[in-house]
Antibody
Framework: EVQLVESGGGLRQPGMSLRLSCAASGFTFDQYAMHWVRQGPGKGLQWVSGISWNSGSITYADSVEGRFTIFRDNAKNSLYLQMNSLRAEDTAFYYC??????????????WGQGTMVTVSS | QSALTQPASVSGSPGQSITISCTGT?????????VSWYQQHPGKAPQLMIYDVTNRPSGVSGRFSGSKSGNTASLTISGLQAEDEADYYC??????????FGGGTKLTVL
């Protein structure tokens, strides 16, 4: 079964850090680009970051550029999101998502169930 | 990275067809064939319904179809069913190799 399982969400104060992890199974992880997409409470989807199959191409949304870092470990079938300098507006469900392509072209065919990040003092 | 423009809501009766529009620019929707559509039911993760403007993933009903003209992409659902009631989002690849979503459209089946 193709599956993405996120972990690492929680409550942090503004300015603190958090690392999200995503464990992939059921497909050849190193043949696909991966993304993080978030959804604030009662809000729409917002793309956060994408990484190509070999980490050769990495892109970020303007709202997280310089604060968040996406990386992957193909040997461990895992995707990560290091989140620094957290802000209240980063509060959201964070989804780990698989792309249908080697590059992060945005055809997001497999979604995890999400992990909640709350930033509040 | 401005969000793509979708109508906030659309509605239709069972059996009817509806179309949801998604308007961007030449830097995203108009410039690439990489437009996708997602369905999201309350409390659930989104599901890919259309990718590369017109392609349907395996398992998605043939009642769902996509198209594009200029800077506007469209999702058409024919033969509306109660289970189609959900939020729908479009997305597009952009010239700076990012992905941008639309604001979402709430579909109500009357």
């Amino acid at each position: 079964e193709v599956q993405l399982v996120e972990s690492g969400g929680g409550l942090r104060q503004p300015g603190m850090s958090l690392r999200l992890s995503c464990a992939a199974s059921g497909f050849t992880f190193d043949q696909y680009a991966m993304h993080w997409v978030r959804q604030g409470p009662g809000k729409g989807l917002q793309w956060v970051s994408g990484i190509s199959w070999n980490s050769g191409s990495i892109t970020y949304a303007d709202s997280v550029e310089g604060r968040f870092t996406i990386f992957r470990d193909n040997a461990k079938n895992s995707l990560y999101l290091q989140m620094n300098s957290l802000r209240a507006e980063d509060t959201a469900f964070y989804y780990c998502v698989k792309d249908k392509n080697l590059l992060q072209l945005g055809a997001l065919d497999i979604w995890g169930q999400g992990t909640m990040v709350t930033v509040s003092s | 990275q401005s969000a793509l423009t979708q109508p906030a809501s659309v509605s239709g009766s069972p059996g009817q067809s509806i179309t949801i529009s998604c308007t961007g620019t030449t830097s995203d929707v108009g410039g690439y064939k990489y437009v996708s559509w997602y369905q999201q039911h309350p409390g659930k993760a989104p599901q890919l319904m259309i990718y590369d403007v017109t392609n349907r993933p395996s398992g998605v009903s043939g009642r769902f179809s996509g198209s594009k003209s200029g800077n506007t992409a469209s999702l058409t659902i024919s033969g509306l069913q109660a289970e189609d009631e959900a939020d729908y989002y479009c997305s597009s690849f952009t010239t700076i190799s990012t992905v941008v979503f639309g604001g979402g459209t709430k579909l109500t089946v009357l």
